[in-house]
């Protein structure tokens, strides 16, 4: 602006005098001018009324059910006695004392930790090899009928699989009776400790991987097929397409669902646990979730009971906190 003002000025266009102050806030003013202002919250709300009335039974319910119980996490912090309810005497911190210093619930966040790990690390690498595998059937036909059947598991509860896998994997079940007859040594998938963990961790891959590779297909479909027609035209074999191509196009959504994954580290599946161990693995498939329901339910300590659940809430909220800040560094994903 002030080299135009000068310029101006020598070459005599401007006068011999030169109004800066109408020169400098026109151009402010021609913005104010054209720009439209911003309706309000009011004038919106009038426009939308249809959408909020469509949300309040949505937002009714999450209000009842999650927002008016954190009242109760008042016990927590109390020696909760039902006959005096939230009344019950202020003893701090002293639920959280007497959790870190029993032997099994340090054992407990281990279990947690370990199960969960190794489901998120198979709930990306299966579904990644499984989509790459499927893209490379050109019979649409086949292709779908896979699709169907690895997406299909991922419908059922635990509570119907669990029944499936306990007459699949009992002592004298289909897998034992396959594993006897080519000669090898029958195994307890539900009673060795040694066991337990990975039955866990690999059913719950199986049960949850075509969800996953409907995920890295539609990643796949997104791929210039101009690239692959380069690399032909250049002598690349399917093997070098896969790894120079398709991997560094996918790597973007892997890394996405893998840093979104990190929240539910502390999440390794109460559904499946419960409806499948046993006391006898308790050592090894006891988690964070089936702790919480022996103590507050089946033994009805509700105050230890809550502040389990509290401690692994405020650890998995971080952990939540920290995903979606990497989602968004890493992989240029915001929630917000």
Excluded at 10 to 23: D, E, Q, V
Excluded at 160 to 178: C, F, K, P, T
Aim: glycine share 8%; charged share 15%.
């Amino acid at each position: 602006m002030m080299d135009m003002v000068f310029l101006y000025a020598s070459m005599g266009l401007c006068g011999n005098t030169i109004n800066f102050r109408k020169m400098w806030r026109w151009p402010r003013q021609k913005g104010r001018e054209t720009m439209q202002k911003k309706p309000g919250y009011l004038s919106r709300f009038k426009r939308q009324w249809q959408y909020h009335l469509m949300l309040l039974p949505g937002v009714v319910l999450v209000l009842i059910f999650s927002y008016i119980p954190l009242y109760g996490l008042i016990m927590a912090f109390e020696k909760y006695n039902p006959a005096l309810g939230f009344n019950s005497p202020w003893i701090g911190l002293g639920n959280f004392t007497y959790l870190f210093k029993q032997p099994n619930f340090l054992k407990t966040i281990w279990n947690t930790f370990y199960i969960a790990v190794f489901k998120i690390l198979g709930g990306i690498i299966v579904p990644v090899i499984f989509a790459l595998l499927l893209n490379e059937i050109k019979a649409s036909g086949v292709k779908k009928l896979f699709q169907t059947l690895v997406y299909m598991p991922h419908f059922l509860s635990w509570v119907i699989l669990a029944g499936v896998l306990m007459d699949l994997l009992s002592a004298d079940g289909l897998i034992n009776q396959i594993l006897l007859s080519l000669g090898l040594r029958g195994m307890n998938f539900l009673g060795d400790p040694k066991i337990f963990p990975w039955t866990m961790i690999i059913s719950d891959i199986w049960k949850s991987f075509g969800f996953g590779t409907v995920v890295y297909l539609a990643a796949l479909t997104s791929i210039d097929p101009g690239l692959y027609e380069a690399a032909i035209m250049d002598g690349a074999s399917r093997w070098k397409q896969t790894t120079y191509i398709t991997i560094p196009m996918l790597m973007p959504t892997i890394v996405l669902m893998t840093i979104l994954s990190i929240g539910n580290i502390l999440n390794a599946g109460f559904d499946q646990v419960y409806n499948l161990y046993s006391p006898i693995v308790y050592s090894t498939g006891d988690i964070i979730d089936t702790y919480v329901y022996r103590l507050g339910i089946e033994q009805a300590q509700y105050a230890v009971g809550t502040a389990v659940g509290l401690f692994k809430s405020l650890v998995s909220g971080a952990l939540i906190c920290i995903s979606y800040y990497m989602a968004d560094k890493f992989a240029g994903y915001r929630v917000f």
